[in-house]
């Protein structure tokens, strides 16, 4: 499928010139993303969804801008501001801080819906959690020690593995700090840790050749929208090195990936587009506390691992919320 046909089926026809043509009495929500349009496309149906659960249906009352700056964080300043100059109803920033703080700097006046990895606090996009003020709220995906316990789920995987890889793009706003809990989580464990840095498509191919270099026997793919644009390249490479490999999300898992540990990517976009569709009714961003994570998920991909040649401990067998044959 030629790339237009992908951003048509996920953006709709009115994806790019919709505000144009929109009724005036239409609202329109700008959706930003870090990411890209062909891997969002199981996210974008539940942002969808989550409309449909509080009574807009895209094309009948409501419109979405989709804005993709594909991996690219320096297009999205460009992007936040194209949105606001359009006079959209909400903006919802999703695929990480950077977006989120984008739209943010964009504007103080549009109301803002942000899907985010962290500390909403800490990045400084709200003033609390449960009193968010002014025109950010959102909801994160990320708590706790998640890191840490990707470490120890690739361990019971590859128990012999001498070094782990952690690959992450240094432009990430939380990088160093992601950084710092995975190398702390590999002393604590006694686990070799090598970090790899990506931060356009020709790293990739470098970074998992340095891995082959240094025997890393498992690796723990950073959240990062440059990442996530690149999700079939990443499996890709992980299956040809034979390398095991987890990631944050059950989407990679289901595209081919190994194992994945994380909050539902899906739940939490539904949950993003409840809360634009009440600010369209009416209901202002801070008095809508920042959704917080309360499920884990674990999910296996059986096939994948059948072909590194892999046996899945009985008992993380047992842990997981879905295993896919």
Known sequence: MRRREVIGLIGGASAWPLIGNAQPSTPVIGFLSSRSPGESASVVAAFREGLKEVGYVEGRNVHIAFRWAE?????????????????????????????????????STIPIVFVIGSDAVEMGLVASLSRPGGNVTGATLMGGA??????ELLRELAPRAAIIGFLLNPDHPRASTDTAEVEDAGRALAQKVSVVTVRADSDL??????????????????RDGFLNSRREQ???????????????????????????????????????????????????PAELPVLQPTKFELVINLSTAKALGLTIPPTLLARADEVIE
Do not use: M, W
């Open 234 to 284: 990443i499996i890709a490479l992980a299956s040809r090195h034979e390398l095991p490999a987890i990631y944050e999300s059950r989407e990679h898992v289901a595209s081919g990936g190994l194992i994945s540990y994380g909050t539902s990517y899906s739940d939490t976009y539904r949950q993003a587009a409840i809360y634009a569709g009440r600010i369209l009714k009416g209901a202002t």
């Open 205 to 222: 191919e470098i970074a998992f050749a340095r891995l082959k270099e240094e025997r890393a026997g498992g690796l723990i793919v950073n």
């Open 71 to 107: 991996g690219a964080y320096a297009r999205l300043a460009t992007l936040a501001a194209d949105l606001v100059e359009q006079r959209v109803a909400v903006i919802v920033p999703v695929g990480g801080e950077v977006t989120a703080l984008a739209a943010k700097s964009a504007t």
């Open 146 to 151: 998640v890191g840490t316990k990707r470490l």
